[in-house]
Nanobody, 121 residues
Framework: QVQLVESGGDSVQAGGSLRLSCAVSAYIASMNCLGWFRQAPGKERERVASIYSAVSTMYGDSVKGRFTIYRDNAKNTLYLQMHSLKPEDTAMYYC???????????????WGQGTQVTVSS
């Protein structure tokens, strides 16, 4: 069963924090890489963060030091903790899964439906 369901998106002021969640099916949870991508209007979809085999993590340069990706295996849930949010973080955030790597959109096999994050100045 393929299931990726995001939640937690909201409108916040700059400097605020949010935590995104992605509930996944057991099949998705077993895949090699889970990640978060985002897409702002008129821009390409970009990788925010990736977690490999529940251990190794990678981040986009623009979010390093501010965002943290982690997962709760008991709940089959992927999280993205976001701090010090900036207006440029405004985008639709997507949960993603890949059999291999997940640094680029074309490497992703499964996508969630997205959750909107809006950061106002």
């Amino acid at each position: 069963q393929v299931q990726l369901v995001e939640s937690g998106g909201d409108s916040v002021q700059a400097g605020g924090s949010l935590r995104l969640s992605c509930a996944v099916s057991a099949y998705i949870a077993s895949m090699n890489c889970l990640g978060w991508f985002r897409q702002a209007p008129g821009k390409e979809r970009e990788r925010v963060a990736s977690i490999y085999s529940a251990v190794s993590t990678m981040y986009g340069d623009s979010v390093k030091g501010r965002f943290t990706i982690y997962r709760d295996n008991a709940k089959n849930t992927l999280y993205l903790q976001m701090h010090s949010l900036k207006p440029e973080d405004t985008a639709m955030y997507y949960c993603a899964a890949s059999d291999g790597v997940c640094s680029k959109p074309d490497e992703i096999r499964y996508w969630g439906q997205g959750t909107q994050v809006t950061v106002s100045s």
